[in-house]
């Protein structure tokens, strides 16, 4: 359970694999018991995961203004 949470939260980070396919990556019946599982585990969908990582590192990669 720890690894595939692990798993799939790496892969939202690093690929850009559609959710979907994450999902079907990691065996699970589809998209909405992946994100249920995924919510269950992080707090928050798996596009909103994939979304704040990258806001996280355009704001790190940006100088202060």
Known sequence: EIG??????EMCI????DIKEI???????????????FVK????SP????TQR???KKNYLLPDA
């Open 4 to 9: 595939v949470r692990l798993v799939g939260s």
């Open 14 to 17: 690093r690929d850009s694999l």
């Open 23 to 37: 999902a079907e990556k990691l065996g699970f019946s589809d998209q909405s018991v992946f994100g249920k599982f």
């Open 41 to 44: 585990k992080t707090g928050v």
């Open 47 to 50: 596009m909103r995961f994939r």
């Open 54 to 56: 990258e806001r996280d």
